[in-house]
């Protein structure tokens, strides 16, 4: 059974910083690629950053140069390091798998 599980989540100022943390089972975990995705009320579900397997990263506009994907395939975890954080980035946060699973999500509130 494939289980992802977010953490990390939560209120914050703006300008602050918070990093999601994303513990993987029931996977491989060092030949996934891994993936970051949130979503904002009333819109849709968006990429936010992507590891490949082999460590190569890909990031939306919006986050390049603030938040930082990074994983450990010894603990099978993915990791988003979120800085300068902006009200904009106030969305459930999700990791996903491959193109296949999905985690529960992780709610970041940027506000003041």
């Known amino acids: 059974q494939v289980q992802l599980v977010e953490s990390g989540g939560g209120l914050v100022q703006p300008g602050g910083s918070l990093r999601l943390s994303c513990a993987a089972s029931?996977?491989?975990?060092?030949?996934?690629?891994m993936g970051w995705y949130r979503q904002a009320p009333g819109k849709e579900r968006e990429l936010v950053a992507v590891i490949e397997s082999g460590g190569i990263t890909h990031y939306a506009d919006s986050v390049k140069g603030r938040f930082t994907i990074s994983r450990d395939n010894a603990k099978n975890t993915v990791y988003l390091q979120m800085r300068s954080l902006k009200p904009e980035d106030t969305a459930v946060y999700y990791c996903k798998a491959g193109g296949d699973f999905w985690g529960q999500g992780t709610q970041v509130t940027v506000s003041s």
């Open positions: 029931g996977i491989i975990f060092r030949i996934y690629a």
